[in-house]
């Protein structure tokens, strides 16, 4: 349910957008229905084991955004896309990995939207996994 209100919100943003941006074409590229529901359907697909932070599922997720990023041809935001980030749950410390991309203004390039992804989850609890979908795939799609 939460999905289908955030690809709503997404796809409304995109069309005010694409009402307000001289370049239409670039909205269209990074604003296709098609490709929002395509991604949040692989984030939250079994594939990526829930995406808990640190484990396998997750780094391919972090690669799968990485490499969506690059095929829209979004900059990374610093040398490269990756900001680490440490954390403690119940005394453990987990290592963690945001996404930043950057977008330049193409009438003011001094100006740019940042293109960021949270995209950890529960990940396998007692053999199910909790793939997300309601949160952070659609979130980072």
């Given at each position: 349910m939460y999905w289908?209100?955030?690809i709503l919100l997404l796809l409304l943003c995109s069309a005010t957008w694409a009402q307000t941006t001289p370049n239409n074409a670039l909205s269209q590229?990074?604003?296709?229905e098609d490709d929002l529901i395509k991604n949040i359907k692989t984030l939250s697909s079994d594939t990526f084991e829930g995406r808990r932070t640190g484990s396998e599922g997750s780094k391919k997720a972090k690669d799968y955004i990485v490499n969506q990023l690059k095929a829209l041809d979004i900059l990374p935001l610093g040398k490269n896309?990756?900001?680490?980030f440490?954390?403690?749950h119940?005394?453990?410390?987990?290592?963690?990995t945001n996404i930043l991309g950057l977008v330049r203004g193409t009438d003011y390039s001094?100006?740019?939207i940042v293109v960021s992804a949270h995209y950890d989850h529960e990940?396998?609890?007692?053999?199910?996994?909790?793939?997300?979908?309601d949160d952070d795939a659609s979130g980072i799609s």
């Open positions: 289908k209100l955030a590229k990074f604003f296709n896309y990756e900001q680490p440490l954390f403690k119940h005394e453990k410390q987990y290592k963690g001094e100006k740019y990940g396998i609890k007692n053999g199910q996994i909790y793939n997300g979908a």
